[in-house]
């Protein structure tokens, strides 16, 4: 959890694995995940794909590339038709205390960290953004209770990245880390073992004089085949990017772990 995270918009597959038995990362072993999205906006198309390795239900690492298509929308910013940006994101995530699934109500929480690298300095600085390059951090707090089959998670990530680092980080309003919150709720209906449909909601820093910047919302359904792949189909809500208001559209992803 996010859908909107890590990497613009992944899967939930990590919170809930316990409920399918052990997958990548479990606590005797080591695994390794892939993953693709796509989103498609009124304005722009947005593609990830990446890696990420689990080591004995403890430590995570990942990579991801961000390929953020501007489509027709591109000439008319004056950057060139379909112009596309390009951001890497390397992460890290630590358990540092409780389970997602188990019987108690002590909730999973983790730390974790990502360092950002986006390709093309001359036009992130030409939209008032002060860096290629970014970092965040984040304490992230998960619980599923299966009785009444909710999965609640809660995020707050400092950072300073500019639609998630695609657009710099800083900017010529603020060059300073700040606290973001990002939360979700899932239901997990006992009827159909293996789907969680739920909403979630990510505030955004506004940094840049050149453009208003949204918080996000999506509402999405998630289904989990088996405990090696996982199908995400979610509506999104992603407002004002680069000053083209209304952003939204549909978003799949399918990740496959071992």
Not at 94 to 123: C, E, W
Not at 185 to 204: A, D, H, N
Not at 225 to 231: C, F, G, R, T, Y
């Amino acid at each position: 959890m996010p859908v909107l995270s890590p990497s613009s918009i992944p899967t939930i597959w990590e919170e809930i694995q316990d409920l399918i038995g052990p997958s990548y990362g479990s606590n005797k072993s080591a695994g390794m995940a892939l993953h693709y999205s796509y989103v498609n906006l009124t304005s722009y198309w947005d593609q990830n794909v990446g890696a990420s390795m689990g080591f004995f239900d403890r430590v995570e690492i990942s990579y991801t590339h961000n390929f953020f298509q501007t489509r027709g929308t591109g000439a008319k910013l004056g950057i060139g038709n379909g112009y596309q940006f390009d951001l890497d994101v390397a992460g890290a995530k630590v358990r540092l205390f409780g389970h997602v699934a188990d019987n108690t109500l002590i909730p999973q929480v983790a730390i974790g960290g990502m360092y950002k690298h986006d390709s093309d300095g001359k036009v992130i600085h030409e939209v008032g953004s002060m860096h290629t390059d970014g970092g965040d951090a984040y304490l992230a707090v998960t619980k599923l209770f299966p009785k009444v089959g909710i999965l609640i998670d809660t995020t707050v990530r400092f950072t300073k990245g500019n639609e998630w680092g695609i657009l710099g980080f800083g900017g010529d309003k603020d060059n300073n880390y700040h606290a973001q919150f990002e939360g979700s709720l899932g239901y997990l209906p006992s009827f159909i073992p293996g789907l969680v449909v739920g909403v979630e909601y990510r505030t955004k820093p506004r940094n840049q004089r050149f453009t208003d910047e949204s918080n996000w919302f999506d509402v999405y359904t998630s289904y989990f085949v088996n405990k090696h792949l996982n199908v995400t189909l979610a509506y999104v809500s992603l407002g004002t990017i680069a000053t083209y208001k209304d952003q939204t559209g549909f978003y799949f992803s399918a990740q496959t772990g071992f």
